[in-house]
C-alpha cells in the first residue's frame, strides 16, 4: 500500500503552491459547495461536548471550526494540514470568530506527531486519500486516538459514482497537452474508490468496528462556480499554467458547452458520492 516515495512531496508542494492559493481564493465557494458533506462528518465523529478531536487535511479549517464550536469551550479542534497558506486563513477565521478552541498545525499527518492517546476522535473532510503511505498514516492517526475512540471521513467513491467530475476534463482534453492517465491505487482523488480496500488498510494499522456506507451529499452548484473550479483546480488547472490566453478562452468555452446541458433551473443538482467510513481505536 506503499506509493511513490514522491508522492508525499507532490503533496506538500501543491498544497502550497498553486493548489493552495487556489483554494485560498475560492474558500467562499469551496465551503458552501462541500457543507452537507462538512455537517456529515462532524455530525458522525462528534465524541461530545467538552472533547478533543482532530481535523485531517483540515484545509481552510471549515470542519475544524465547525467542531470547535459544536465541543463548546471545553473542548478542543486540532486541525493538521500540509498547506501553509490554507492553514494561515484556517487561523484568521477562527481568530475572527473567537473560536480558541480550535487550533491549527502544519504538518503531515502521515509522520506528524500529535501526541499518543490524546483525541476521542479523528475526522476528515476529504483528506485521506493522499498519503503516500496510506498503512503508516492511518497507523499514525490511531496513535493520537485513545482506546476507544472514533475515526470518521467521508472519501469519494468511484468515479462512476461522480460522473460530473470528468465532464470537464473530457470536454477540454482535446485543446491541451496529454493529461496524466490517473491511476485508481495512487493517491488523489478516488484513491478510496474500493471499499475493499479501505477495509484493508484500517485492519492493517489497527482500526476495528470498520464500518463503509454511502453517503449521497447534495452539492448543487452553478454553472459559473463548477466551471470556475474545474479551471482553477485539478488536472485541466495544472495544464492551463502554460497556456496562452486563447487557448485558455477556448478551454473556458469546451466546458461551459459541456456542462450546460446539466443545468436545471439555473443550478448544476450536483450530488458528492461519497463513502462514510468509521472506525474504533
Keep these: 500500500m506503499t506509493a ?6 507532490y503533496q506538500a508542494a501543491y498544497w502550497n503552491e498553486a493548489g493552495g492559493q487556489a483554494w485560498v481564493e475560492l474558500q467562499g465557494l469551496m465551503d458552501g459547495l462541500n457543507k452537507s458533506v462538512e455537517e456529515a462528518v462532524v455530525e458522525t ?11 485531517i487535511g483540515c484545509g481552510a479549517g471549515a470542519t475544524t471550526l465547525a467542531m470547535a464550536r459544536r465541543l463548546g469551550a471545553g473542548g478542543e479542534a486540532l486541525g493538521v494540514d500540509v498547506s ?29 506527531d500529535i501526541g499518543e492517546g490524546r483525541f476521542d476522535a479523528a475526522m476528515s473532510r476529504y483528506g485521506v486519500m493522499f498519503f503516500s503511505d496510506f498503512d503508516a498514516a492511518f497507523a499514525n492517526i490511531r496513535r493520537g486516538v485513545k482506546a ?3 475515526l470518521a471521513f467521508a472519501c469519494w467513491r468511484s468515479p462512476a459514482d461522480n460522473p460530473l467530475a470528468a465532464v470537464p476534463t473530457k470536454a477540454a482534453a ?26 484493508g488498510i484500517l485492519e ?4 476495528s468496528q470498520i464500518a463503509i456506507d454511502r453517503l449521497d451529499a447534495p452539492t448543487p452548484i452553478s454553472l459559473e462556480d463548477l466551471t470556475t473550479l474545474s479551471l482553477r483546480m485539478g488536472p485541466i488547472a495544472a495544464a492551463l499554467r502554460d497556456a496562452d490566453a486563447t487557448t485558455a478562452a477556448k478551454v473556458r468555452e ?17 450530488v458528492a458520492g461519497c463513502w462514510m467510513v468509521t472506525a474504533r481505536a
Excluded: Y
Design 174 to 199: 482535446h485543446l491541451l497537452p496529454p493529461l496524466p492517465k490517473p491511476d485508481p491505487t495512487a493517491p488523489g482523488r478516488f484513491a478510496f474508490a474500493d471499499p475493499a480496500r479501505v477495509q
Design 254 to 270: 469546451a466546458v461551459v458547452k459541456a456542462l450546460e446541458p446539466h443545468v436545471e433551473n439555473g443550478i448544476i443538482p450536483m
Design 84 to 112: 501553509q497558506p490554507l492553514l494561515e486563513l484556517a487561523r484568521g477565521r477562527a481568530e475572527r470568530e473567537g473560536l480558541a478552541n480550535a487550533r491549527f498545525a502544519l504538518g503531515d499527518a502521515q509522520t506528524l
Design 45 to 55: 465523529a462528534f465524541p461530545g461536548a467538552g472533547k478533543a478531536v482532530v481535523d
Design 204 to 207: 492493517r494499522s489497527g482500526w
Design 148 to 150: 476507544g475512540g472514533k
Design 4 to 9: 511513490s516515495p514522491t508522492a508525499q512531496t
